[in-house]
């Protein structure tokens, strides 16, 4: 997480010379999957705040980070596999912004 972090810093920092650094989906999608695998009590609730970022960024303008089907599902499984009493209703919470997402285009 921390490496895509300093990726989009310096992508932000001078978009020409580290075009090659600009996180993409699929580098977010590699975070995500991480902290779904993790076993860190933290991880459901880190995946979503990814989630967000992802978000936020498609929603100024950034295509390249949209976030899709696999985003989504990689941060239910997460809530899932740390259960709770809550996480049900995270997923369900989830699965509605992919839907409302899905419905918008």
Known sequence: ???L???????QSNPKKYESLKPTTGIFNA???SWARS???????????ILNWMDTLYRRGDV???PDKYSYN????????RGGKDSAAKAQRI???MYQM???G
Do not use: C, F, G, W
């Open 5 to 11: 972090q300093q990726m989009h810093q310096l992508y």
């Open 95 to 97: 699965l509605d912004n």
């Open 64 to 66: 390249d980070v949209r």
């Open 31 to 33: 975070v995500l999957n």
């Open 39 to 49: 076993k860190e009590t933290i991880a459901p609730v880190r995946a979503e705040e």
């Open 102 to 104: 899905y419905r918008a």
């Open 1 to 3: 997480e921390a490496i």
């Open 74 to 81: 990689t941060v239910i499984h997460s809530h899932a596999k």
